[in-house]
């Protein structure tokens, strides 16, 4: 069902690392509300959340569509690359605009899995999707910055040993622009935590490890700092085209989980004496939902050969997400009423992925946001905010 072939030994080894962590293993998590340790150490042992750090810092150095087949077959096998898949493009603000002593500090211990970034702190309660907005202060105090505020919805937070963070250091009204005046911080989260950083776990639908954070004069060295203080906005919107184009692939891999269940159970399941397949009622919205998985592929692909390509790519990063993200939910809900009451239950893992695929109509960027950066930027009009 694959549109390409490009990294076939890849996609090949990824799914037979997968083929070790069947539905089982997730369902106990599940009950647990359990990160999966012993899921992310493989992937990173075989070196599939460093394709993406170039070589010379110990990474494969391949491009974002590599890092998309990953990801894409991943949830393609049953599993939660969630879990992990920051650790792909949090770097990325590092990677592109940290100097060259922060590179070497960080970016080979990222590459050999000894230091975990998975963590981004952008988010707050009072702010949601307006970052201009955001009340975490930064002040420099002599050689270190100090970090008054609040996070919420951070995940990963209990797992990563390092967190970008976005921080206003100067106050908004003061600025120019409402854009100005952040900047970014790398936190070492193994210092952090108790010296001014208070992490409390959210309890979610789904099991993402979420969490709120909270800064109570937290002191980050001013060497933590990436790039120029006051640019921090701008610095962080370069990982987010990547992260919209990795996470598009998650729903692609969704999607193709979704309508393969859904294929191989209408072949083989019979009421009155014939397949469930066989009635157009059933065969034909899964067969819509393949044609949707097929269009948001290629939207994906595009999309990440734009990116490789170093071409401007925020629309095409914005709408693959979308349309990725519906294509998978469309599946979902399509193998979710194929599978009729076998679908609610817990063995089949269709109600598992059918929640964890729903949390992308909402993040990493909302669906009504999308639309307004279209909107906006390719059609336009006037800005509604």
């Known amino acids: 069902m694959s549109l390409h072939s490009n990294y076939a030994e890849i996609r090949d080894a990824v799914a037979k690392l997968c083929a070790d962590y069947p539905g089982e293993y997730w369902r106990t998590l599940d009950d647990t509300n359990t990160y999966p340790t012993e899921f992310v150490r493989a992937l990173t042992e075989a070196g599939f959340l460093s394709v993406l750090i170039p070589e010379e810092y110990g990474g494969a150095g391949l491009p974002i569509e590599a890092g998309c087949v990953i990801l894409e077959e991943i949830q393609r096998s049953g599993c939660n690359g969630s879990a992990c898949h920051a650790q792909m493009y949090t770097m990325g603000t590092l990677l592109k605009h940290g100097n060259e002593d922060q590179k070497q500090r960080y970016l080979p211990g990222i590459a050999d899995g000894s230091l975990r970034l998975q963590a981004f702190g952008v988010t707050e309660p009072t702010s949601g999707t307006d970052t201009t907005r955001i009340r975490t202060r930064a002040v420099r105090d002599g050689d270190d910055y100090v970090i008054n505020g609040q996070k919420v919805f951070i995940s990963r937070t209990e797992h990563s040993d390092l967190m970008i963070l976005l921080a206003r250091t100067t106050p908004r009204e003061e600025c120019k622009k409402p854009s100005d005046g952040m900047s970014v911080f790398i936190v070492d989260m193994r210092e952090a935590v108790g010296n001014g950083l208070t ?83 059933v065969q034909f919205p899964i067969a819509r939902a393949y044609v949707e998985l097929q269009a948001a592929t290629l939207m994906v692909y595009h999309a990440a050969k734009m990116f490789d390509e170093g071409k401007p790519c925020g629309s ?70």
């Not at 992925?353 to 307004?372: M, V």
């Open 199 to 281: 992490i409390n776990p959210i309890k979610a639908m789904i099991n993402h490890s979420t969490t709120e954070l909270f800064f109570d004069n937290l002191r980050v060295p001013a060497a933590n700092r990436i790039g120029e203080e006051g640019q921090g906005f701008k610095y962080i919107l370069s990982s987010m085209n990547a992260e919209r184009i990795l996470i598009a692939s998650e729903c692609i891999g969704d999607a193709r989980f979704f309508v393969e269940r859904a294929r191989d159970y209408a072949a083989e399941r019979e009421v009155f004496g014939r397949p469930i397949g066989q009635n157009q009622g």
């Open 316 to 385: 095409e990063a914005n709408m693959c997400k979308l349309f990725a993200s519906e294509a998978a939910w469309h599946a979902a809900d399509t193998c979710l009423q194929t599978h009729g009451g076998f679908g609610y239950t817990q063995e089949y893992d269709i109600e598992r992925k059918f929640r964890e695929t729903r949390l992308y109509q909402t993040a990493p960027i909302s669906t009504n946001l999308i639309l307004s950066h279209v909107g906006i930027h390719e059609l336009g009009l006037p800005k509604s905010f």
